[in-house]
């Protein structure tokens, strides 16, 4: 089984729905992190945490907002979706005890808004 | 603030070639450095990371990769391409602990 695994894999929804997006992992890391990939512009921070009573705004937080449910789980919510938030999202993880600590990503979700 | 750059969006080598990928990197501290690769429709695999110490880095699948503080450079190296490395390369920039900033990527074609 994958170690950090995103749910779904790809999604469709319209202009103005709410949706989830959610991320599990099993690798035991505290620190969870959710990015977006647009083509061209590589890969930018949305929100981390560090634990789950520590939540973080990154580079481009405007218009999500996430959840951390456990130390395994990391949600992330689009509240009102548009259509430039079609990308492809990916979660991340790392270990705050690590001295060389990595960050290591899921498979990521395709989500396309129309 | 910290950005990075790659400077090639896509390139082009033969299979058995040499390879070169080149980042360049703005950080205000010793950089922590990262090379990941994306292959179709996968997630980031870690190729190889900087921290500290020897500045010749080596990866998994044969890649390395040389921090050069002068040039504030991270390029990334292969002596010989083989087909299964055609797969998109982004170099990232630290601290791994929340903002890491990556660069836009560079796609790799390998010709056969």
């Known amino acids: 089984d994958a170690d950090v695994t995103q749910t779904p894999r790809n999604r469709i929804t319209k202009t103005g729905k709410r949706i989830m997006l959610e991320c599990s992992q099993t690798?035991?890391?505290?620190?969870m992190y959710w990015y977006r990939q647009d083509p061209g512009l590589g890969l930018r921070l949305i929100y981390y945490?560090?634990?789950?009573?520590?939540?973080n705004k990154g580079e481009i937080s405007d218009g999500y907002s996430v959840s951390r449910q456990a130390q395994a789980k990391f949600s992330l919510s689009l509240e009102s979706a548009i259509p430039n938030q079609t990308a492809l999202y990916f979660c991340a993880t790392s270990d705050s005890g690590l001295a060389e600590e990595t960050q290591y990503f899921g498979p990521g979700t395709r989500l396309l808004v129309l | 603030a910290q950005s990075v750059t790659q400077p090639d969006i896509h390139i082009t080598v033969s299979e058995g070639a040499s390879l070169e990928l080149r980042c360049n990197y703005s950080y205000g501290a010793t950089p922590y450095l990262f090379w990941y690769v994306q292959s179709p429709g996968q997630g980031l695999q870690l190729l190889l990371k900087?921290?500290?110490?020897?500045?010749l880095v080596q990866g998994i699948k044969g890649f390395e990769a040389e921090f050069k503080r002068s040039q504030s450079s991270f390029n990334l190296r292969k002596p010989s391409v083989h087909w299964s490395d055609a797969a998109e390369y982004f170099c990232?920039?630290?601290?791994?602990?929340?903002?890491?900033?990556f660069g836009a990527g560079t796609r790799l074609t390998v010709k056969p």
């Open positions: 690798k035991g890391h505290d620190r």
């Open positions: 990232a920039v630290g601290p791994p602990s929340g903002d890491m900033r």
């Open positions: 900087y921290f500290s110490g020897d500045t």
């Open positions: 945490s560090f634990d789950v009573k520590d939540i």
